[in-house]
């Protein structure tokens, strides 16, 4: 299985997107689970039901996602920076880096989530990000390696990898945070998200203002026909108060940037799902 999806990953770009997008029709086809959730979460957010053409588009950007992933593991850090056509708000991140207080990036599973933090640690300084382990562990070794090279490391989404997050940070190094996974019991709160309370995790709001390091919402458009990506470093602050508040807010946060390409938002994935353990919110008991 490694092997394959390594040899996958030198096919080039464009060709990837394309069987991507062929397989990702292909799912929305053959599963009604797959088909009504997308549909769901998508018409929440838009706040009317969904409509076809935006749901096959969606299943479309989603399996170019699934593809590239393969692509972004395997290339070499300097094809991927080369992959990034443009940086909006990079100074920003770069004054940020000089001035030595660390940095926290959000990036939520919008567009190539993956690329950012080979980019930032190709072009700017060492990050340690924070991943779950793959559900199949045969994808560990791949996953693993096209993590963990030059000046980025991933850490695992348990108590050790937080500390080491919070090491990094304290060493003025930056930290990346995925916040839109569904966290397990006691990792998280129910704050509303496009207007439905979704399981959240607080550890990101936690994080962001810790140490005085700025914040920034990080967010790699795909470009059509396999050009490539735009990445987008958007400044974000918190207000001070409550986790409630804190979370509610980044929500608020990650609303806005997603509603900006919404078709390449993963809406396939169960956002809304209650964990084993947690009392469901109210307006579901």
């Known amino acids: 299985m490694n092997t394959f999806l390594r040899l996958l990953g030198y096919l080039p770009l464009l060709l990837l997107h394309w069987l991507g997008a062929g397989i990702g029709l292909l ?12 549909a769901a979460n998508l018409g929440q957010a838009l706040g009317r039901p969904a409509r076809t053409g935006e749901c096959l588009a969606n299943a479309v950007e989603a399996g170019k996602g699934a593809f590239e992933t393969a692509w972004v593991w395997s290339r070499p850090q300097a094809t991927l920076v080369r992959a990034v056509r443009t940086t909006a708000r990079w100074q920003a991140v770069l004054d940020a880096q000089a001035a030595g207080r660390g940095i926290v990036f959000v990036t939520p599973h919008l567009g190539c989530f993956e690329i950012s933090a080979q980019y930032f640690a190709a072009v700017a300084g060492p990050i340690t990000v ?7 562990a045969v994808l560990a070794p791949l996953m693993d390696a096209g993590r963990n090279r030059g000046r980025m490391r991933a850490v695992p989404a348990d108590a050790a990898g937080v500390r080491q997050l919070l090491k990094a940070l304290r060493a003025g190094e930056a930290i990346g945070i995925l916040p839109d996974q569904v966290p397990r019991e006691g990792e ?10 979704a399981y959240t995790m607080t550890l990101a709001a936690r994080f962001i203002g810790s ?11 795909r470009l059509p026909w396999g050009r490539g990506f735009e990445l987008d470093c958007a400044p974000i602050d918190l207000p001070e108060g409550a986790a409630e508040v804190r979370v509610a807010a980044l929500n608020a946060a990650l609303e806005r940037t997603i509603l900006t390409r919404p078709a390449q938002y993963l809406w396939g994935y169960n956002r809304y799902k209650c964990p084993p353990g947690v009392t ?6």
């Open 27 to 38: 799912v929305w086809v053959v599963s009604g689970r797959y088909r009504r959730t997308l």
């Open 130 to 136: 924070l991943f779950r382990r793959p559900r199949k």
């Open 188 to 197: 998280g709160i129910w704050a509303p998200f496009f207007g439905r309370p």
């Open 211 to 221: 140490n005085g390091a700025p914040a920034f919402l990080a967010f790699a458009r």
């Open 280 to 285: 469901p919110p109210a307006s579901q008991a």
